[in-house]
């Protein structure tokens, strides 16, 4: 099975902080990608990365940034985080050589910035 | 504006009845992807069907089955038959161009499914 795995379930951080969310898929997936979700909003892309060391911005990619040094791992950073990105932040990957290419979710990694 | 809309912030339904959940969605490429996903209360994604744009059928995987009417934009998730586990948020996604284009999805905003017993 594919296994995307975040490293923190949850996390309390304080106003103007960095914070690192890593995530790590062992499939061998191409594509890896950063969404956050919140109420009323569904799920809205960040940033994307088609291989090692590239980077696309989603919709909301202020205030974040992103670090893919190998194929495996993904990292979202907010260098100063606000108290207005407190959120449930989900990691995904798949396989490009796929026709349907679902996404494979991590557990998410719940964010409150205080 | 919006690409993928679900119009059904919250939804009931007895047990085993069946249940339709609405998305409709826009876009002018002629190619694309429309997924369901399930999000129990713990939290993690499920991914439950897929349909391409040039799929002839629905898809069908198990209870679920996805009503594809390309001209009115919309893929509905019907569920068969449903259980007390089917409770949880489901959401609706597209995929603008084939995979190997990109493979990023659009979600909608979601329905929270409620099963009655």
């Not at chain 1, 989603?58 to 950073?77: A, H, M, N, T």
């Not at chain 2, 809309?5 to 969605?25: H, R």
């Not at chain 2, 629905?58 to 390309?70: C, D, V």
Request: net charge neutral.
């Amino acid at each position: 099975d594919v296994k995307v795995t975040q490293s923190s379930r949850y996390l309390v951080k304080r106003t103007g902080e960095k914070v690192f969310l890593e995530c790590v898929q062992d499939m061998d997936h191409e594509n890896m990608f950063w969404y956050r979700q919140d109420p009323g909003l569904g799920l809205r892309l960040i940033y994307f990365s088609y291989d090692v060391k590239m980077k696309e911005k989603g919709d909301i990619p202020e205030g974040y940034s992103v670090s893919r040094e190998k194929k495996e791992r993904f990292s979202l950073i907010l260098e100063s985080a606000s108290t207005n990105q407190t959120s449930m932040y989900l990691c995904a990957s798949s396989f490009r050589r796929r026709v349907a290419g679902e996404l494979f979710f991590g557990e998410g990694s719940r964010l409150t910035v205080l | 504006a919006q690409k993928i809309t679900q119009t059904q912030p919250g939804m009931f339904v007895q047990e085993k009845e069946a249940v339709t959940l609405d998305c409709t969605y826009d876009t002018s490429d002629p190619s694309y992807g429309l997924f369901w996903y399930k999000q129990p209360s713990s939290g993690e994604m499920i991914f439950l069907i897929y349909q391409g744009s040039y799929d002839q059928q629905n898809a069908t995987e198990g209870r679920y089955s996805l009503n594809f009417q390309k001209a009115r934009k919309s893929a509905n998730l019907v569920i068969s038959a449903s259980q007390l586990g089917d409770s949880a948020m489901y959401f609706c996604a597209m995929r603008e161009g084939r995979n190997n284009q990109g493979g990023k999805l659009i979600f909608g905003q979601g329905t929270e499914l409620s099963v009655k017993p």
